[in-house]
C-alpha cells in the first residue's frame, strides 16, 4: 500500500522505514516523504534512496493550522497515498487531518504511552525515576499522543543514564518497532476496536 511519511527533521526512523519497504514482501511502498520544513536532513536521505519529496511549509500558512493541513492532504492525495507514518512530525493536528485520515494514519512516540505524552519525555523520564522507557506506535487521534496502540519496545533505565543517552536507547527500538507497526497497518493486520488494536499474533 502506498504510504507517506511525514517528517520535520533528520529522519532516522524514516529511513529505518525505507530500509525496511525495501524487502519484497513488505506490505508498504514508501511513494512520498513530506516535510513542512524545508530544511530537514530527511528530505536529502529520501532524495538518495529515490522516493519522491514534498515540501508543504506551514509558515507558508500564517497561524491557519487547517490551510496549511488541506495543502498536505491535496499533496497526500496527488500522490494517491493510502496509508500516512509520522516520523517526527512537529506540527501539532486539527481534527481535519485527524479525520481525514483516521484508521490510515500512525505515528512513533519516545515514551511508553500513555506516560510522559508530549515532549522532552526522556528528561521527564528521568525526573520521575521510572525504570523502563521506551517508545510507542499508535494510530493517530485527535488528542495528541493519543490512540490505539499498535506496538510499545521497552528499555530499561539506567542509574547513570542522561537524557541523550536514554534518547539514543529509545532510538533503537524506535527503528526496530515502526518497520513492524507500518506492515501491520499496510497488511490489514491491525485492527481497531475501540480503544485496542488487535493483530492476530505476537510478532511484537
Ligand atoms: C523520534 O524520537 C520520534 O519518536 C520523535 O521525534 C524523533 C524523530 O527522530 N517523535 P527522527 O527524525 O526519526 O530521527
Redesign the pocket.
Known amino acids: 500500500r502506498k504510504t507517506a511519511i511525514l ?1 520535520s ?6 529511513g529505518a522505514l525505507i530500509s525496511a519497504a525495501m524487502s519484497p514482501d513488505y506490505p508498504a511502498e514508501i511513494a512520498l516523504v513530506l516535510s513542512n520544513r524545508p530544511d530537514a536532513k ?1 528530505l536529502e536521505r529520501a532524495a538518495e534512496f529515490g522516493i519522491p519529496t514534498a515540501v508543504v511549509d506551514h509558515t507558508d500558512f500564517s497561524e491557519d493550522r487547517e490551510a496549511f493541513e488541506r495543502q498536505v492532504d491535496a499533496v497526500l492525495k496527488d500522490h494517491k497515498i493510502e496509508i500516512v507514518a509520522l ?2 512530525f512537529m506540527r501539532i493536528l486539527t481534527p481535519f487531518l485527524v479525520n481525514a485520515w483516521a484508521n490510515r494514519m500512525i505515528n ?3 515514551a511508553l504511552l500513555p506516560s510522559f505524552k508530549g515532549l522532552a519525555t526522556h528528561e521527564r523520564a528521568l525526573e520521575e525515576g521510572v525504570k523502563l522507557h521506551g ?1 510507542t506506535v499508535h494510530f493517530v487521534s485527535a488528542e495528541m499522543d493519543d490512540g490505539p496502540i499498535i506496538i510499545q519496545g521497552a528499555v530499561p533505565v539506567l542509574d547513570r543514564d542522561t537524557p541523550d543517552a536514554l534518547a539514543a536507547r529509545v ?1 533503537e527500538v ?1 527503528h526496530k518497532i515502526y518497520p513492524k507497526a507500518l506492515a501491520l497497518v499496510a497488511g490489514g493486520k491491525a485492527k481497531v476496536t475501540g480503544a485496542r488494536v488487535t493483530s492476530g499474533g505476537d510478532d511484537a
Open positions: 517528517i527533521g533528520r529522519g532516522s526512523n524514516m530527511g516520523a517526527g512513533i512516540h519516545p517508545a532510538l524506535e
